[in-house]
Antibody, heavy 120, light 107 residues
């Protein structure tokens, strides 16, 4: 079964850091690009970051550029998002999503999300 | 950055209705567009990719069309399971921008 399981969400104070992880199974992980997408409570979807199959191409939304770092470990079938200088507006459910291509396409498999709350 | 604008924001419809949602890109994205369905408390589900290709397992009442800057998602005969929020997403020049969503609600 194709599956993505996120972890690492927590309640964190503004200005602090947090690392999210996504464990992938049921498909050849290093054949596909991977993404993080977030959804603030009661709001729409916001693409956060994406990384191609071999990590030589990646990008970020302007809202997180310079603060978030995406990475992947193909040997461990895992995706990560290191978030620093967190702000209240980063509060959201963070989804890990599989691309249907090796670089920049539609998102065909989604995890159930991990919640990040930034508050003092 | 490419901006995606969906219309309408909310659509009231009845079971059996033909429903069309529109998505407009701020610049040409060729056919690099996807449509997703999201129900409350669930992760989004891919319906359509490359503007008009139906994702495996998605009912044939869903269809997508368009190219360049104008796109549409059509549900030919709305079913009870289709009341949800729908999002478009472009994946042309940058990695991905979503529209703001269209909620399809019971009329």
């Amino acid at each position: 079964e194709v599956q993505l399981v996120e972890s690492g969400g927590a309640l964190v104070q503004p200005g602090r850091s947090l690392r999210l992880s996504c464990a992938a199974s049921g498909f050849i992980f290093d054949d596909y690009a991977m993404h993080w997408v977030r959804q603030a409570p009661g709001k729409g979807l916001e693409w956060v970051s994406g990384i191609n199959w071999n990590s030589d191409s990646l990008d970020y939304a302007d809202s997180v550029k310079g603060r978030f770092t995406i990475s992947r470990d193909n040997a461990r079938n895992s995706l990560h998002l290191h978030m620093s200088s967190l702000r209240a507006e980063d509060t959201a459910l963070y989804y890990c999503a599989k691309d249907h291509r090796s670089s920049g396409g539609a998102l065909d498999i989604w995890g159930q999300g991990t919640m990040v709350t930034v508050s003092s | 950055d490419i901006q995606m604008t969906q219309s309408p924001s909310t659509l009231s419809a009845s079971v059996g209705d033909r429903v069309t949602i529109t998505c407009r890109a701020s610049q040409s994205i060729d056919h690099w567009l996807a449509w997703y369905q999201q129900k409350p408390g669930e992760a989004p589900k891919l319906l359509i990719y490359d503007a008009g290709s139906l994702q495996s397992g998605v009912p044939s009442r869903f269809s997508g069309s368009g190219s360049g800057t104008e796109f549409s998602l059509t549900i030919s005969s709305l079913q009870p399971d289709d009341f949800a929020t729908y999002y478009c997403q472009q994946y042309n020049s940058d990695w991905g921008t979503f529209g703001q969503g269209t909620k399809v609600e019971v009329k």
